[in-house]
C-alpha cells in the first residue's frame, strides 16, 4: 500500500534557507494539507461545504450581523458572501431580516435548522480533533500551541505589512 502522504520525511528546496526552516515549513505544509482534508472529509458527511461551515460558525457567534459585518469575518469578498448567503437562505439555515434602524441594511440570523447544522458539524469536528490530539502529552500540546500561535502571529503582521494590491496582500 502506498503511503497517504508522499510528502512525509521530504525537505523542501527553499533556496538559501537552512535546513531546520525548510524542514519546519514542509511539516507545517504537510500537517495544513492534512488538516484540510481531514476537515473536507468530515464536512462531506455533512453536506456541507467547508465555507458554509465557517460561515454558519461565523453568524453563530456573531448572529445578526450584516452581510458586510460576516465578509470581514471570513476575509471574503462581496459577491462570495452574497453567493453563500443566497444558498444558505435557500437551505434554510440562515435568513435575512430588515434591521430595525435602518430598513436599507439587512441582519443574518441562523434558523433552527442552522443553528441545529452548526452544532452537529462543530460537535463532530471537536470530537475529531480531539481524537487527534488527546493522545499527545499535554506538555506538548501546550509547547505546539505556542508555537503555532508565534507562527500566526507572525503571519499576521506580514499580512498587515504587505501592500493590499501585491500578489499576497491582504485584498482578495
Excluded at 114 to 133: P, Q
Amino acid at each position: 500500500m502506498l503511503h497517504p502522504d508522499p510528502d512525509r520525511g521530504h525537505s523542501f528546496d527553499l533556496g538559501d534557507v537552512d535546513p531546520a526552516t525548510a524542514r519546519v515549513f514542509g511539516a507545517f505544509l504537510r500537517a495544513t494539507r492534512l488538516q484540510r482534508r481531514l476537515m473536507l472529509r468530515v464536512l462531506a458527511e455533512h453536506d456541507t461545504p467547508p465555507a458554509q461551515a465557517m460561515c454558519l460558525r461565523t453568524i453563530a457567534a456573531h448572529d445578526g450581523s450584516t452581510q458586510r459585518e460576516i465578509g470581514q469575518l471570513l476575509h471574503l469578498g462581496a459577491p462570495t458572501v452574497t453567493a453563500m448567503l443566497k444558498r444558505m437562505e435557500r437551505a434554510g439555515t440562515i435568513v435575512r431580516e430588515p434591521d430595525a434602524a435602518d430598513q436599507r441594511v439587512a441582519r443574518v440570523r441562523l434558523t433552527p435548522a442552522g443553528r441545529d447544522l452548526e452544532r452537529e458539524v462543530h460537535a463532530v469536528l471537536a470530537v475529531r480533533i480531539g481524537e487527534l490530539l488527546r493522545t499527545m502529552p499535554e506538555a506538548d500540546r501546550e509547547e505546539l500551541g505556542r508555537l503555532l500561535d508565534d507562527l500566526a502571529d507572525r503571519m499576521a503582521r506580514a499580512l498587515d505589512a504587505a501592500p493590499e494590491d501585491a500578489p499576497g496582500g491582504a485584498a482578495r
